[in-house]
């Protein structure tokens, strides 16, 4: 599995955008990057992936550099409820179609005021 | 739609016991995955289901542990003979086919071996 670096932690303002970056560089060309949160003693929760375009959604951007190596994630407004766990993943494709998140340790965003 | 039901939320057992956990995925949900977590660390993929086919299993998942969905609804995780390792928050999570990059997790049981 391509392994994932990331920050222990990070801090930010609220309001500001918060830029939480990740390095995949053993991606191969068909693996995909998501990312997912995990806020105190909730499970896991979906927030993006993309291939190699960048992608925006109602939650957040993904930002993926053009050998695929890097990604940074970008919440544009962060706020107070954003503080969490935050797990950039290359996903693995399972038997079926499924799909194998590793996880590893994640960034601890902490959003102040 | 409730999303993912966990039950028990917790659970406390002697080593050496047996414990099984419930997962209730959301309706129509064809797959479902069982990870574990530690404290500090990110959830481990252990397991995954597409109805009640059981397509994949970590190499983790020693042979104490056993996973079923048998209508592919619903689906156990058994522990046998539990040992203090065993600690952890056991997670599942569901998804479409349609959209299955996206799993909902449930809140998790937290076994605790003493």
């Known amino acids: 599995d391509a392994k994932t670096t990331q920050p222990t932690s990070m801090d930010c303002a609220e309001g500001r955008a918060a830029n939480l970056p990740c390095n995949h560089s053993t991606i191969s060309g068909n693996e995909y990057v998501y990312w997912y949160r995990q806020i105190h003693s909730q499970g896991p929760q979906y927030i993006i992936h993309g291939l190699k375009n960048n992608e925006t959604n109602e939650m957040a951007s993904l930002i993926i550099t053009e050998d695929r190596k890097s990604s940074t994630l970008i919440l544009p407004h962060a706020t107070l409820r954003d503080t969490a766990v935050y797990y950039c993943?290359?996903?693995?494709?399972?038997?079926?179609?499924?799909?194998?998140?590793?996880f590893g340790t994640g960034t601890q965003l902490k959003v102040e005021l | 739609d409730t999303g993912v039901s966990q039950d028990p939320r917790h659970k406390i057992t002697k080593r050496g016991q047996n414990v099984t956990f419930r997962c209730d995925p959301i309706s129509e949900h064809n797959r479902l995955y069982w990870y574990r977590q530690t404290l500090g660390q990110g959830p481990e993929f252990l397991t995954y289901f597409q109805n009640e086919a059981q397509l994949e299993k970590s190499r983790l998942l020693s042979d104490r542990f056993s996973a079923e969905r048998p209508k592919g609804s619903f689906s156990t995780l058994e522990i046998q003979r539990t040992e203090q390792g065993d600690s952890a928050m056991y997670l599942c999570?569901?998804?479409?086919?349609?959209?299955?990059?996206?799993?909902?997790f449930g809140p998790g049981t937290r076994l605790t071996v003493t």
């Open positions: 999570a569901s998804s479409l086919t349609e959209t299955s990059y996206e799993q909902y």
């Open positions: 993943i290359v996903r693995v494709a399972l038997t079926g179609g499924g799909n194998k998140l590793t």
